[in-house]
């Protein structure tokens, strides 16, 4: 997912509001001003956005993403000597210990080999490359609303765009590990820059599955159809984490069977959102190498 204006949340100032209405007032209005800054910037830099649904994923036009890459360019930033996380203060300490430690997971894998696809996004399915690929993208994590009750996680490429943003449905709902994994590294992709961010693809009205029901959201249940929630390329942030989580099924040499059964049960479902014939052919025909 990615956003080009950040969301402003006071849940903390909300507080103050029913404790000190006349300072509350005073602080709203410094608050809407600034707020308003940081829009007129955005949309002066790239034009008026996309209406956004408020499902849990969202559009950025190619023009919106070359103001991005004219204003930041890609800039290859390594997390701490890529041993640790940036964490902002506001992200729950359980959630960092538990990316740390996904994290850490990730730097573990070993892998027998590697199909071309993830060769030509990641490397080897290996740890360390993992590390590196996500530590030269991600330069910080913090909390956001992501424009939507709904939102899981995104990038806002004019405010930084190597800046991952969480919200509370990645808290709240419980997932696997594998999983979890699979929502940072789609994330991790959209920071580049030099590459438009990788928009995603409008879904297709109606947008069925084999059996003729609505295509939802894996994470949060929401209905996809007319939603910019799908990819049309096996490179984009769909295409690359579903071919991450298929190799970890099909190469990883020292995950445990639930693991690999979780990458292919999500893996499988993320090529759901593959909507070009030639893309998904393209991806399954890697699979098979």
Not at 173 to 199: C, K, L, Y
Not at 220 to 231: F, I, V
Request: aromatic share 8%; with cysteine.
């Amino acid at each position: 997912m990615v956003r080009t204006v950040r969301a402003w949340g006071l849940l903390a100032l909300g507080l103050v509001v029913l404790t000190v209405p006349s300072f509350a007032e005073e602080l709203g209005g410094a608050f809407e001003a600034a707020k308003a800054a940081v829009q007129a910037s955005a949309l002066e830099a790239a034009g008026k956005p996309v209406p956004q649904s408020g499902r849990d994923l969202y559009y950025f036009t190619k023009e919106e993403a070359a103001a991005a890459k004219k204003k930041w360019a890609f800039r290859e930033q390594t997390v701490i000597n890529n041993k640790d996380l940036v964490f902002d203060s506001d992200v729950p300490a359980d959630i960092q210990a538990q990316m740390r430690a996904d994290m850490a997971f990730m730097g573990t894998i070993k892998g027998s080999g590697a199909t071309p696809l993830h060769k030509k996004i990641f490397g080897a399915v290996d740890g360390a490359t993992y590390l590196k690929f996500f530590n030269t993208r991600v330069s910080g994590i913090g909390m956001d609303d992501c424009g939507s009750a709904k939102a899981v996680a995104c990038v806002i490429p004019f405010q930084d765009p190597s800046k991952m943003w969480l919200t509370q449905n990645f808290i709240k709902f419980d997932h696997p590990q594998i999983s979890r994994m699979m929502i940072v590294f789609h994330e991790a992709r959209h920071t580049e820059s030099r590459n438009g961010n990788w928009p995603h693809a409008t879904c297709p009205t109606p947008f069925l599955d084999a059996n003729g029901k609505d295509m939802v959201s894996i994470w949060t249940g929401a209905t996809l159809a007319g939603e910019p929630a799908c990819d049309v390329t096996p490179l984009g942030s769909y295409g690359s984490s579903t071919i991450l989580l298929k190799n970890v099924q099909k190469y990883c040499a020292n995950c445990t069977d639930k693991v690999k059964m979780d990458a292919g049960l999500y893996a499988d479902d993320q090529m759901g959102r593959i909507t070009d014939d030639g893309a998904k052919q393209e991806m399954l025909d890697d699979f098979q190498k």
